[in-house]
Each structure stands twice: as structure tokens, then as C-alpha cells.
Nanobody, 115 residues
């Protein structure tokens, strides 16, 4: 079955950097677009960034210029490099893959930006 496992979250000071990872299994990873989402306390889950199977990327305006998404098809993994982090980036970060009409999510990794 499809499984997505995020890792790399943690506590970081404002202005700092963090890289979160998502390892996929049970899916032909190289053929699928991947996405990163986040959910802050009391807020709805929101899209952050996406990368197509060909490597084209897209970002939410709130993270453009600060976050970089990438993928390693040999490792069945997608990454989100987060720089110049702000307190408002604090959230649980999730990766997602869509297969047909179904969305598959990981369990999420907590990112906290605080001094």
C-alpha cells in the first residue's frame, strides 16, 4: 500500500533553516507529482508547494523565495528546504501524492519557529 513518511521537523529560531523530507513507498514515485501542505493550530490545511514528475515546481505566495522543493527519484523522496523561517511558518507539514481520485498523506512532521 501507499505510505508516505515525513521527517526532519523541529524547533528553529526565526530566520533559521530546516529541511523536511518525505519518503514514499508503494507508489511509482518517479511518475507522480508530489505536494507539501501545512496546518497551523486552529487553521485549515493549506498547500505550500508542489513538484511535477518532470521537476517543475510551484509555491504558495507566502513561501515563494524562501522555500525550495526538490525530489530524488532514486530515493523515492521529496524534500522541502525552508530558509528565512518566520513564526507564522509554524505548523505540521505533510506531503501528499494523488493517485487517480485518491489522495494519500503522511503523518506529518512538526515545524516550530520560535525564539
Amino acid at each position: 500500500q501507499v505510505q508516505l513518511v515525513e521527517s526532519g521537523g523541529g524547533l528553529v529560531q526565526p530566520g533559521g533553516s530546516l529541511r523536511v523530507s518525505c519518503a514514499a513507498s508503494g507508489v511509482t514515485f518517479r511518475l507522480n507529482a508530489m505536494g507539501w501542505y501545512r496546518q497551523a493550530p486552529g487553521k485549515q490545511r493549506e498547500w505550500v508547494s508542489g513538484i511535477t514528475s518532470a521537476g517543475a515546481t510551484n509555491y504558495a505566495d507566502s513561501v515563494k523565495g524562501r522555500f525550495t522543493i526538490s525530489r530524488d527519484n532514486a530515493r523515492n523522496s521529496v524534500y522541502l528546504q525552508m530558509d528565512s523561517l518566520k513564526p507564522e511558518d509554524t505548523a505540521v507539514y505533510y506531503c501528499k501524492v494523488q493517485l487517480g481520485i485518491f489522495d494519500y498523506w503522511g503523518q506529518g512532521t512538526q515545524v516550530t519557529v520560535s525564539s
